[in-house]
């Protein structure tokens, strides 16, 4: 496995064009020139997203990710009354950047699959997207792939850095060839991909537009029986995947992608920063915490480890990272069922850090633009100050804005936009644009009522809970709130902030909530 990869893979596709050819049938073509967000023949899965008229998969800096691009309709191979199998052939062109760097992800590969796959859990890095960690062969059942393969692996040819190779159903190549990625950076490559139903064999040759060399081979064949190999009804598309143990920092110090063989378990390994000013008591006070709680939607604590001054947590692997990186990041948002459905993690982790480190805190346990107005000024936290944060999230999820945002050439923090909108009669205004119209509107608009109700300025006046999730479920009526948001009546105390330094920033509000 690659380690301390960034920029890892920048892999443009300028597609594609698939033709299915049956004997006595008529044949099954289409052709993408372009790429386009609303294209409904392309379903894009994990970290690939189209850009600039081309598909972009996993040029994310410290993710360990998957993404796939498929063609949205079930494809038929052969024909089950006849026993006829098709020819098929595909054109497509690619590009890698590898940044300038001597390692920089893991590849790519061109899959027919079941009819229906999704990506499997734990698939990236060197498993493509296609393989679970614990196994060789495909969890999707079935599954025949060409691969560009960018790192060499355990599993891979013997003295071969890279390698384009064709699987059956398997992590290694049936058969391969030497292929050298780095010689090529930024070039674009033309592939064309036949499989002959007469002779049964598949092959693929390529070649480069600016850096094509005579003397590297440039194709490769192999002899496979279709009908054996997949159903009748299948998808095709493209997987590509990167490998980056580090997953992340934040306040307290980074965040690394782990494997536990002995429970076949991936995990999140926290390791405490040695600046961090979390010292063991409030390490050991976490722990306990934390470790006896259970709840669907929170992150499950997995194990600890305190030794030689190095403090440590172990969580539960989310493979869908963190909820600010989808509705902050530049990518497409999470579905709206998947975003009304997330998992809390970090939770008391917040002290005060250096600057330096990231998030822009206070000596407060907290992130400015979540904190209660008058925990910022007291310093004492309640069921109420919690409330409030979470209000901030909720509304965060329905915008898709963050808790301190930019309107214009202003800074302007989330709830007293969303009240304001509120207050007009304009709340739809404020539903994050890229939901398109999946989003229930009802559902998004009583999220972002109970909100604002969380994040009412007087603790006072603030759900529980309880409350909360109960209007959340339309078991009560949602609550009728002031057309203009109340102002808070706690002065911040002069300790905490200065002139030159203000209090509300737009400033890494990503981690530390």
């Not at 289409?30 to 998969?57: H, K, T, V």
């Not at 410290?62 to 309709?73: E, F, K, M």
């Not at 024909?79 to 992800?105: M, Q, V």
């Not at 709206?336 to 005060?352: E, H, I, Q, T, Y």
Request: net charge neutral.
């Amino acid at each position: 496995m690659a380690a301390g990869l960034y920029n890892l893979f920048y892999l443009p596709f300028i597609f594609a064009f698939f033709l299915l050819v049956f004997p006595s049938v008529n044949s099954v073509n289409f052709q993408i020139s372009r790429f386009e967000p609303n294209d409904d023949r392309i379903l894009y899965q994990g970290e690939a997203s189209p850009s600039d008229e081309i598909i972009n998969f996993n040029s994310l800096d410290i993710l360990y990710r998957v993404g796939w691009v498929t063609y949205a309709n079930r494809v038929p191979l052969w024909e089950p009354k006849t026993g006829k199998l098709s020819d098929f052939s595909t054109r497509f062109a690619f590009s890698i950047n590898i940044n300038n760097l001597s390692d920089y992800g893991h590849g790519f590969v061109f899959f027919l699959a079941p009819a229906g796959s999704q990506i499997p859990p734990n698939s990236a890095a060197g498993r493509l997207g296609l393989f679970n960690t614990s196994q060789w062969v495909s969890t999707l059942g079935q599954v025949v792939l060409v691969e560009f393969d960018t790192y060499k692996n355990g599993w891979d040819p013997d003295q071969l850095d890279n390698h384009v190779g064709i699987n059956n159903n398997s992590i290694v190549s049936a058969v391969y060839t030497r292929w050298n990625a780095s010689i090529h950076n930024g070039d674009t490559a033309d592939v064309l991909i036949t499989y002959n139903a007469t002779t049964k064999n598949l092959s693929a040759s390529w070649s480069y537009r600016a850096t094509n060399n005579p003397q590297e081979n440039s194709s490769l064949r192999y002899q496979i029986d279709i009908m054996k190999a997949l159903p009748e009804w299948v998808m095709v598309g493209f997987s590509a995947a990167t490998e980056q143990r580090k997953l992340g920092e934040g306040g307290f110090g980074a965040v690394y992608r782990g494997y536990l063989p002995d429970l076949d378990m991936v995990v999140a390994v926290k390791r405490i920063s040695r600046r961090s000013k979390q010292g063991k008591k409030e390490y050991v006070t976490e722990v306990k915490v934390i470790s006896q709680l259970r709840h669907r939607n929170l992150v499950q604590l997995i194990g600890w480890c305190h030794d030689r001054s190095e403090l440590i947590l172990v969580y539960e692997f989310m493979p869908n990272g963190s909820l600010d990186f989808h509705l902050f990041g530049q990518k497409f948002p999470l579905s709206w069922p998947v975003s009304f459905n997330v998992k809390l993690g970090d939770f008391g982790l917040a002290r005060l850090m250096d600057h330096e480190l990231g998030p822009k805190t206070t000596g407060l346990a907290g992130t400015l633009g979540y904190l209660a107005p008058e925990y910022v000024s007291t310093g004492r936290a309640s069921k109420e100050s919690d409330v409030y944060s979470f209000g901030v999230v909720l509304l965060e999820i329905a915008t898709g804005r963050k808790s301190i945002h930019r309107i214009e050439k202003f800074e302007m923090g989330l709830v007293a936009w969303v009240w304001d909108l509120y207050g007009q009669g304009k709340l739809p205004l404020a539903v994050d644009e890229k939901l398109n119209k999946e989003v229930d509107e009802k559902q998004v608009e009583c999220l972002m009522i109970v909100g604002l109700w969380s994040a009412h300025p007087d603790s006072s006046s603030r759900p529980s809970i309880r409350q909360a999730i109960q209007v959340l479920n339309f078991d009560i009526e949602k609550p009728n709130l002031l057309m203009k948001m109340p102002v808070p009546t706690y002065l911040v105390p002069t300790q905490l902030v200065t002139s030159q330094e203000p209090l509300l920033t737009n400033s890494s509000m990503e981690v530390g909530r």
